[in-house]
Antibody, heavy 124, light 108 residues
Framework: QLQLQESGPGLVKPSETLSLTCSVS??????????WGWIRQPPGKGLEWIAI???????FYNPSLESRVTLSVDTSKNHFSLKLTSVTAADTATYFC????????????????WGQGTLVTVSS | EIVLTQSPGTLSLSPGERATLSCRAS???????LAWYQQKVGQAPRLLIK???SRARGTPDRFSGSGSGTDFTLSISRLEPEDFAVYYC?????????FGGGTKVEIK
């Protein structure tokens, strides 16, 4: 059974860089059938898609965050990572990683499963 | 960007009643590329429905999805106590991927 686990600092100072890693077990990030993604949820609010990455390193970013986001994948460690630069209080959220199904034509589809999420607070 | 509007914001119902949740898109969603998720307090979202009508593994058959184009519906035929949660729709017809704002199904 595939499991995903987010890890990283729970507190980041304004203007600094938020860095999170998602460790995958019970499956491989090198699978050609999936993308690997990040979604966030501010406290008490809805879900926002951040970005996804393929094992080859191909990425798709949400235009609203693209200038500040970088995704990477490490197939040897079976994990993928998120970096978000120049954070502000508006970036305070629970960050989820998830596996995303990929169609045969390469279309990103639904997210399943999700990690449990990690709360990141931006504050000095 | 396709904006998804979910209604109502909150649905107050009793166990055993039927729930009907709406997800309306600002643009046509190609190939009915829409999914539904359930999120309980303090938990990650869980996939319920993919491709508008297809139940994910483990989703009880009291959950059903329907719709096309710009109008989609999640129905729960008879609410069980464990169904009281927040439900989100997500489109994957075009990038950026987007989610609706959610509908909370609460106990009346």
């Amino acid at each position: 059974q595939l499991q995903l686990q987010e890890s990283g600092p729970g507190l980041v100072k304004p203007s600094e860089t938020l860095s999170l890693t998602c460790s995958v077990s019970g499956g491989s990030v090198s699978s050609p059938s999936y993308y690997w993604g990040w979604i966030r949820q501010p406290p008490g609010k809805g879900l926002e898609w951040i970005a996804i990455i393929y094992f080859s390193g191909s990425t798709f970013y949400n235009p609203s965050l693209e200038s500040r986001v970088t995704l990477s994948v490490d197939t040897s460690k079976n994990h993928f990572s998120l970096k978000l630069t120049s954070v502000t209080a508006a970036d305070t959220a629970t960050y989820f990683c998830a596996r995303q199904s990929r169609s045969i034509t390469g279309t990103p589809e639904w997210f399943d499963p999700w990690g449990q999420g990690t709360l990141v607070t931006v504050s000095s | 960007e396709i904006v998804l509007t979910q209604s109502p914001g909150t649905l107050s119902l009793s166990p055993g009643e039927r729930a009907t949740l709406s997800c309306r898109a600002s643009q046509f969603i190609s190939s009915s590329y829409l999914a539904w998720y359930q999120q309980k307090v303090g938990q990650a979202p869980r996939l319920l429905i993919k491709a508008t009508t297809s139940r994910a593994r483990g989703t009880p058959d009291r959950f059903s999805g329907s719709g096309s184009g710009t109008d989609f519906t999640l129905s729960i035929s008879r609410l069980e106590p464990e169904d009281f949660a927040v439900y989100y729709c997500q489109q994957y017809g075009s990038l950026p991927l987007t989610f609706g704002g959610g509908t909370k199904v609460e106990i009346k």
